[in-house]
């Protein structure tokens, strides 16, 4: 049965900064391409950051733009874990993060996901 564990969601004060993190289970994790997405209230689910599964180039990163300069996402396969390190959060980076992963190459959709994990909240006041 394959899951995933978002943790180290909490609230922060605006400038602050938090690490999210995505424990996998059940499946061959360093085959899949892991995405973070985010949900605010009233919004719908947007891409945040992807890495690639590993290969002979190593992992492959993107970030949305809201992301860029500031969050950085990294995966320890030994571990079983990716990471989201969120810097100068805002206001707006408000939101339930979810992490999910998929066979093949980064997605920016999150149809194209096999797997998701339940979500963690992130709160970032001003």
């Known amino acids: 049965q394959v899951q995933l564990a978002e943790s180290g969601g909490g609230s922060v004060q605006a400038g602050g900064s938090l690490r999210l993190s995505c424990a996998a289970s059940?499946?061959?994790?360093?085959?899949?391409?892991v995405g973070w997405f985010r949900q605010a209230p009233g919004k719908e689910r947007e891409f945040v950051a992807a890495?690639?599964?590993?290969?002979?180039?190593?992992?492959?990163?993107n970030y949305a733009d809201s992301a860029k300069g500031r969050f950085t996402i990294s995966r320890d396969n030994a571990k079983n874990t990716v990471y989201l390190q969120m810097n100068s959060l805002k206001p707006e980076d408000t939101a339930v993060y979810y992490c999910?992963?998929?066979?093949?190459?980064?997605?920016?959709?999150?149809?194209?996901?096999?797997?998701w994990g339940q979500g963690t909240q992130v709160t970032v006041s001003s």
């Open positions: 059940g499946l061959t994790f360093s085959s899949y391409a």
């Open positions: 890495i690639t599964s590993i290969n002979w180039a190593g992992s492959l990163t």
């Open positions: 999910a992963a998929r066979k093949g190459g980064i997605g920016f959709v999150s149809m194209v996901y096999e797997y």
